[in-house]
């Protein structure tokens, strides 16, 4: 699948309406955006490999039966920025990795309850089924919306210019179908919105998960719709059930 006209010209938004989402969910230089570790340390010897490493049965249940991509986002600890974001493909009845990177979430850590402005990324179960970014669609086969309307203001510090180059949408109080930086909040503005993956910058973000320039190509050329792809997001404890 690849974004045309007729599908962009359908979800139209004013260049300042994408600009506030954006602003509104990763933040400015004020808010801080990224370090993390090693992915090894997901899984361990004797893990159900029904299951992905350090998920545990009660957050499993929530992933949809039919998906066979997981993003694991595995959060250092509940106030910690620095995070490990990993690829998992189902194979048969098997989950393999395919890869890891170093990554950021909100500056403050995680919480189950997200709110607008607390700096913390959701815990949760949530779909991908949007892409976009300032950049030229690398090759994805999600829906994906280039638009120069992406780009972080110049008056943000230099390190955060290219936040927004490659962003993958978590359908986390969006609309599904649309692209990443449409505005609208089913929940209600109150719940926050915008959370996406993007590329990092070095530090935590006000909400989104941040990685690499490399790791978001991967990830962009590997998550296919057809498998219903999603990510599981959370600091390692709560991911466990712990």
């Known amino acids: 699948m690849r974004s045309d006209g007729a599908r962009g010209a359908a979800w139209?938004?004013?260049?300042a309406a994408?600009?506030?989402?954006a602003l509104a969910a990763c933040g400015s230089p004020g808010g801080g955006v990224h370090a993390g570790e090693p992915g090894g340390r997901a899984g361990t010897d004797g893990h159900d490999p029904r299951r992905v490493p350090g998920?545990?049965?009660?957050?499993?249940?929530?992933?949809?039966?039919?998906?066979?991509?997981?993003?694991?986002?595995?959060?250092?600890?509940?106030?910690?920025a620095d995070s490990?974001?990993?690829?998992?493909?189902?194979?048969?009845?098997?989950?393999?990795?395919?890869?890891?990177?170093?990554?950021?979430?909100g500056r403050k850590g995680w919480t189950g309850d997200h709110h607008a402005g607390d700096r913390r990324s959701p815990v949760g179960v949530y779909t991908l089924s949007d892409a976009g970014g300032v950049l030229d669609d690398p090759g994805t086969e999600l829906p994906y919306t280039q638009d120069r309307s992406f780009a972080a203001p110049r008056w943000w510090a230099r390190p955060y210019?290219?936040?927004f180059d490659y962003v993958i949408a978590i359908d986390y109080n969006?609309?599904?179908?649309?692209?990443?930086?449409?505005?609208?909040?089913?929940e209600g503005e109150a719940k926050g919105g915008s959370i996406w993956l993007h590329l990092d910058h070095g530090s935590g973000t006000s909400?989104?998960?941040?990685v690499s320039g490399q790791a978001?190509?991967?990830?962009?050329?590997?998550?296919?719709?057809?498998?219903?792809p999603v990510v599981v997001m959370g600091d390692r404890a709560d991911l466990a059930g712990r």
């Open 12 to 15: 139209v938004v004013t260049a």
């Open 18 to 21: 994408m600009l506030l989402a």
């Open 55 to 80: 998920i545990g049965p009660e957050v499993w249940r929530r992933v949809p039966a039919g998906s066979g991509q997981v993003v694991a986002v595995y959060g250092d600890g509940r106030d910690s």
């Open 84 to 105: 490990t974001v990993a690829l998992y493909t189902r194979h048969g009845g098997a989950w393999r990795r395919v890869r890891d990177w170093p990554a950021h979430n």
């Open 161 to 163: 210019w290219h936040d």
């Open 174 to 186: 969006r609309v599904r179908g649309t692209p990443p930086n449409d505005p609208r909040r089913p």
């Open 207 to 210: 909400g989104c998960v941040s």
């Open 216 to 228: 978001m190509e991967f990830l962009l050329r590997e998550l296919d719709p057809d498998r219903h």
